[in-house]
C-alpha cells in the first residue's frame, strides 16, 4: 500500500510549544515546555498501524488505539481476566444447548457521531467481518458464520436485541473471550455506509458495495471512550474524547502517539519533560528511569510468548531425546538476568500467566551433562550440526547467540542465519528451516489460541488448509489435536482449566517447542501522571481512567 494512502490530513489541534511537540518526530529533540495538562503525550513505535479498521486491523499498537475508540459486546476484565464484564451489552443469555446467545444491549447509548447504538450495528459488524474476510475474521467465522448465514446467524431481534448463533456448544468462556478482541468492534453502519463505495459484482468481488472499507482505513466509527482524530503514518496518532462516551467520560481531552523508535531518544525525551510516557524501553533505559526521582514505571505480564522450535522434517530434531536435550542448552538464568530484564520472565510453559488454566511451571536449568546424555541416548554421543533462522532484532539475536555458544558445550553446531522479519517468517511459515527463534502473541484472551498453536496438528501434509505452530515444524499429534478440540467443548470452566492444564504438562517435554520467556510490556511514566496502567492484552491498556495533576 502506498504510503501517501495512510497519511490522514492534520489539523492543527494546539499552539505554540505544543504544537511544535506534535511536529517533531523522532530523533532527540530539544525541551519544550511541559506537554499540556489536558493532553497525555506517548512516544511509541507506531509503525505497524497499517489500518484503522478493525475489521483487518490485525497489528499490535492498532490494536491499543482501535480498544480505547471502539466498544464490543463485551469487554476483557483486566482485574480478572479469566472473565468478561459489559460492553455495550449490559446482559447476555445462554440457551441450554450452548447453541445461541442472546444480547440485551444498554438503552440509549450512542457512536461519537451522535447516532443511537442498535442491535442492527452490533449484526451488521459482524456481516461486514465475515464478507470482507480479512485476517482476523476467523475470530468469528470459527462460528460456523459465513458470508451465505451470517445474516441468520448474528442478527438483532429488535433495536435492543442481537441474537448470535453457534455451530456448536462451545464453552461460554471461549465464545465470550473471542467477542472482547478489536475485531468484534461495532461500528456505525449509517455513518460508515455514508462512506461506502459502489461495486460491480464479479467472480473477484461478490458484493455491491465495499462496507466502507476503503474509507474505514484512516477513519473513524466507533463508540469508546476516546475518537480517533489523527493519524500520520509512521508519525502521529492523536485521540480525541468522546463526550457521547456511555460510561464515565474520560478526564483527558486527548491522547498522542509520537512515532519514537529508540529507546534511548523515548528516555532522554520522557526525562526532559517532551512526553509523558515512554512505552518501548529496553533494559538500560527502563533501569535508568526507574533510578530517575521525577519519573515511575508500571508494568504488565502480556499475552505474548518467545520459543525456540525444531523442524521434525529434520531427522536428528525430531529424536525426543534431542527435543529434551535442546531444553537443557538454554541459560534461562543468564538471559533473565540480562538480555530480557525488566522485560520478560522466564516462562516455559506455551500458555501465558493470567489466561485461564495456564500452568506455572519452569522445570528446566541450563544442564550441559543432561543434554550430552539424551543426545548420547539419541544415537548422537558426537552431536550434531543444523541451522537457526533468526530475525536481526534484540533481545532474540542475543538469545540466539547464547544459545548458539552454550548448546555448542553439548556438541550441537549452530549456523545463525539472519534476516528481517518477514525473510525468516516466510521461511518459517514454508516450514524450511532447522531451528526458528520466534514470538507468539495470543489472538483473543483465551486458552484455546495458543492450545491449538502449539499443540494442534489437524493435517501435517504441507498442503494443509489449518497451518499453526505444530504443523510449521512438521509435529503430528493427532492425540493432543483432539484434546485441543473437546476442551473447546467443555462448558465447565474448572474442568475446562484442567485440559488446559494435561495440554501442557504433555507438552513440557516432548513438544519441538523450546519455551523461554513471556514479555512484560513496561512503561516509564513522568510523575504527574496518575491512573496509568497497561493491561494484559494489547487492546486493553485504558486510557479513559488516565489524568494528569
Avoid at 540480562?338 to 493470567?354: A, D, M, N, R, S
Amino acid at each position: 500500500m502506498a504510503m501517501a494512502r495512510l497519511n490522514m490530513r492534520f489539523r492543527p489541534l494546539l499552539a505554540g510549544a505544543a504544537l511544535s511537540l506534535l511536529l517533531v518526530s523522532g530523533g532527540a529533540a530539544p525541551a519544550f515546555a511541559a506537554t499540556p495538562a489536558d493532553t497525555l503525550v506517548q512516544a511509541w513505535a507506531i509503525d505497524d498501524t497499517i489500518t484503522l479498521d478493525p475489521a483487518e486491523s490485525f497489528e499490535l499498537t492498532p490494536a491499543e488505539f482501535i480498544g480505547n475508540a471502539y466498544d464490543m459486546l463485551v469487554r476483557l476484565d483486566i482485574d480478572d481476566t479469566t472473565k468478561v464484564k459489559p460492553g455495550i451489552a449490559e446482559s447476555w443469555e445462554i440457551s441450554d444447548d450452548g447453541l445461541t446467545y442472546t444480547f440485551k444491549l444498554k438503552p440509549g447509548i450512542k457512536f461519537a457521531s451522535g447516532n443511537p447504538i442498535t442491535a442492527e450495528d452490533v449484526a451488521w459488524s459482524f456481516e461486514r467481518v465475515v464478507k470482507l474476510d480479512k485476517s482476523p475474521a476467523f475470530i468469528l467465522t470459527q462460528f460456523g458464520l459465513t458470508a451465505d448465514n451470517v445474516s441468520e446467524t448474528a442478527k438483532a431481534v429488535d433495536d435492543t436485541t442481537f441474537v448470535f448463533t453457534v455451530d456448536k456448544p462451545y464453552a461460554p468462556s471461549f465464545v465470550l473471550n473471542c467477542l472482547t478482541a478489536t475485531v468484534g468492534a461495532v461500528l456505525d453502519k449509517k455513518l460508515v455506509m455514508e462512506h461506502a463505495e459502489a461495486k460491480t459484482p464479479s467472480d473477484d468481488y461478490k458484493y455491491d458495495t465495499d462496507f466502507g472499507y476503503g474509507w474505514m482505513k484512516t477513519n473513524y466509527a466507533g463508540s469508546g471512550p476516546f475518537k480517533i482524530r489523527d493519524w500520520r503514518a509512521n508519525e502521529i496518532v492523536v485521540l480525541e474524547r468522546n463526550d457521547n462516551y456511555y460510561g464515565e467520560k474520560p478526564a483527558l481531552n486527548r491522547v498522542i502517539y509520537r512515532h519514537v523508535k529508540e529507546s534511548a531518544t523515548q528516555r532522554l525525551m520522557l526525562e526532559a519533560g517532551d512526553v509523558d510516557v515512554a512505552r518501548n524501553l529496553e533494559p538500560g533505559d527502563y533501569d535508568a528511569v526507574q533510578k530517575n526521582a521525577d519519573l515511575i514505571t508500571t508494568d504488565a505480564p502480556k499475552g505474548t510468548v518467545y520459543y525456540i522450535s525444531l523442524n521434525q522434517k529434520n531427522e536428528a530434531l525430531a529424536k525426543p531425546e534431542v527435543r529434551e536435550a535442546f531444553k537443557y542448552l538454554v541459560d534461562y538464568d543468564a538471559i533473565g538476568a540480562t538480555l530480557i530484564k525488566g522485560i520478560g520472565e522466564i516462562h516455559q510453559t506455551y500458555q501465558v500467566k493470567g489466561v485461564l488454566g495456564a500452568l506455572d511451571s519452569n522445570p528446566y536449568k541450563l544442564d550441559v551433562a543432561k543434554a550430552k546424555e539424551l543426545l548420547e541416548k539419541a544415537g548422537l554421543k558426537d552431536g550434531l550440526s543444523v541451522t537457526f533462522d533468526v530475525r536481526n532484532t534484540q533481545p532474540v539475536t542475543g538469545i540466539a547467540e547464547s544459545f548458539q555458544q552454550t548448546a555448542a558445550q553439548a556438541g550441537v553446531k549452530i549456523e545463525i542465519i539472519p534476516g528481517d522479519g518477514k525473510q525468516t517468517l516466510t521461511k518459517y511459515r514454508a516450514r524450511n528451516h532447522d531451528l526458528y527463534i520466534g514470538q507468539w502473541g495470543m489472538d483473543y484472551w483465551d486458552p484455546n489460541t495458543n492450545a491449538d498453536a502449539f499443540t494442534s496438528n489437524p493435517d501435517n501434509s504441507d498442503d494443509a488448509a489449518v497451518k499453526s505452530l505444530a504443523w510449521r515444524n512438521a509435529w503430528d499429534i493427532p492425540e493432543l489435536t483432539e484434546q485441543v478440540k473437546a476442551a473447546l467443548l467443555e462448558r465447565d470452566n474448572d474442568k475446562r482449566a484442567e485440559l488446559y492444564q494435561k495440554l501442557q504438562e504433555e507438552a513440557l517435554d516432548s513438544s519441538p517447542f523450546v519455551m523461554i520467556y513471556q514479555q512484560i510490556e513496561v512503561a516509564g511514566v513522568r510523575g504527574n501522571v496518575k491512573g496509568y496502567r497497561l493491561g494484559p492484552s494489547f487492546d486493553s491498556n485504558p486510557l479513559a481512567p488516565v489524568s494528569k495533576d
